[in-house]
């Protein structure tokens, strides 16, 4: 069976395991998808980005945390699905509701 495509793949996570900070959701898809490095990472982000901006996640928190970076701090976001990304998840197919 195919797997899900890497940002409804992050949809399902966050709204499984939510609220989630930006470097869970990295370790996730990485971990699900045998994927690693900068690149990888970066793209997860971007994902959380897109993401938030499209309306579909809420930010629930922010923190400066040194030890997750080696050039110095970093700022760490998380994340959870709300109402209106269940809503888009349903209509896509990422979710399924009882009826």
């Not at 869970?24 to 998808?33: L, M, T």
């Amino acid at each position: 069976m195919a797997r899900v495509h890497i940002k409804g793949y992050v949809l399902q996570k966050l709204l499984a395991d939510g609220p989630l900070w930006d470097h869970e959701v990295v370790a996730a898809v990485e971990q699900e998808y045998g994927l690693s490095g900068a690149y990888w990472a970066g793209t997860v982000r971007l994902t959380l980005t897109d993401l938030y901006s499209g309306g579909l996640l809420d930010e629930v928190g922010a923190d400066v945390d040194p030890a997750r970076s080696t050039d110095g701090e970093k700022l760490t976001l998380r994340y959870q699905v709300n109402g209106f990304g269940r809503e888009r998840m349903i209509q896509s197919g990422l979710l399924a509701v009882a009826r």
